[in-house]
């Protein structure tokens, strides 16, 4: 009896893991229907319409500018082709790219943990590992695969870019053990070329993982497999450079990125204390193997993280992906190896830790199930779990606004949300380093809503961006909406008022 117990554990286990999957994946395939708005996916609604205007001329997607722009790339450039030829609107290729980044992001994980085990509860416990173990505060980011964040960001190229890079560590481990042709690592280049286009800092945790793999690889490359992994290398380089809707190298500046990404380095040990267990992991593994890539991929994107914090380079903070990912994949290999290789308390212990862990992670993040249930039919026990706050929609303001029409406004949310309706804005929402004038954009919005500047400066200001659209908040400063330049066309939640420019 005594000898029949632990394996019949372990198989409840894995049926739970399984089980447990399947839930979390159709809540996130309700999330793909819901969409739920907050962060950035205005700006990815933008660049959809401004493709869908113009294809090879797009344009700034959020100001009348003729500029280049980052968010131009393979990924967005196909859906708006797919928007295009299939007569979708912008919020159903949304759903799409929802729909795909969740698929990739799901297959590669299971294909990057099947070159490290065979052991079939090995990948249910790894999603849950990258879905759940992170910590006892809320934590939504862009890139970041955590349950939060991923029901925020699904629709955006950091989660198809993820997934792409998961697909290109498990494809580079197969091609260095089965030693593949030049055409095969050729490939390997041009899929890292396309993770570094469609979100360059998911590009950089690709290209940090890349290295992990090449390191920690064994036996070491010969000579032929190296010129091979040099010439996979050089496409991934040059493709980028050939790119024709932004110079890839002008990136490099920063646009002044690291203000915005200082919140990174807080909190630490609140957002990430459970993942703490898999560090424990990564020094097992890495005991049994110096080489071991999961641990010199944790390695190498702690130290840029904590560089990062040292030098005041906050964006270097985006790579916290791969540090998060190498100890929570490390965690699920080392405990389905425990199970069943394992006797006693090393077989049943690390599986009884993580699953704690895991609940603690669920119930953390279980506010996410408000985002696609009423309140009352949320069980009673998490009505009251924290969940990050969705934003206010604009759609009432945009039914208004023709598409590709300049409104000005200064609310954080309509800046953030208008264009993904087609319509512009003076100010960008986010920092531009393409776009010469921002900081002028900046300015004038500014003195536009302030308080003692003149009718005629704001006349002036209107004229000169081309504004036709004012959107305030009832009672604010800037024209009073019984100025005979402006005229109401709609009033919204919130207190806000469109208004209409009649007379410049």
Known sequence: MTRTAPPLAVRA???????????????????????????????????????????????????????????????????????????????????LAALAGLVLLGTGT???????????????????????LYGVRLFAWSGVPGLTSLCLTLAYPSTFALGLALHLWALLRRALAGAWGLAGFLALGALLAGVLLCHQFTGAVAVLGAVAVLLGARPWPGKVVRRRVAAGAAVALALPLCWPYYPFLALAGGGGLDAIHRPLYGHLAQKFCLTGLGVVALAARLRRDRRDPLGLLFALSAAVFAAGWVSGHYAWGRVLPAVLLSAQLALAVEVAEAAARGAGARRWLPAVVTGAALL????????????????????????????????????????????????????????????AYGPYTVAPAYPDAFLPDEKRRREATRRYFAPATTRAERLGILKEYGVRWVLQKNGGTGLAPGDPALRAAARGPGGFSLLEVVDR
């Open 13 to 95: 286990a894995r049926r739970s893991a399984a089980a447990a999957v399947v839930l979390l994946t159709v809540l996130l395939l309700l999330m793909v229907v819901r969409l739920p708005w907050s962060g950035d996916l205005g700006m990815h609604g933008a660049v959809l319409e401004r493709l869908r205007a113009d294809l090879l001329h797009p344009g700034n997607p959020l100001v009348d500018e003729d500029t280049d722009s980052p968010y131009y790339s393979p990924w967005t450039v196909a859906l708006a082709l797919v928007a295009t030829v299939g007569g979708w609107s912008t919020f159903a290729v949304l759903r």
């Open 110 to 132: 299971a294909a990057f943990v099947r070159t490290f085990t065979r052991r079939r509860a090995a990948v249910p416990l790894a999603l849950l590992c990258v879905l759940l």
């Open 360 to 419: 603690a992670g669920a119930w953390t993040q279980a506010g996410v199930l408000s985002y696609v249930l009423r309140k009352d039919a949320v069980p009673p026990g998490l009505r009251d779990v924290p969940a990050v706050a969705l934003w206010p929609r604009f759609g009432w303001a945009a039914a208004k606004v023709p598409k590709r029409a300049t409104v000005m406004t200064d609310d954080y949310y309509a800046l953030r949300t208008l264009p």
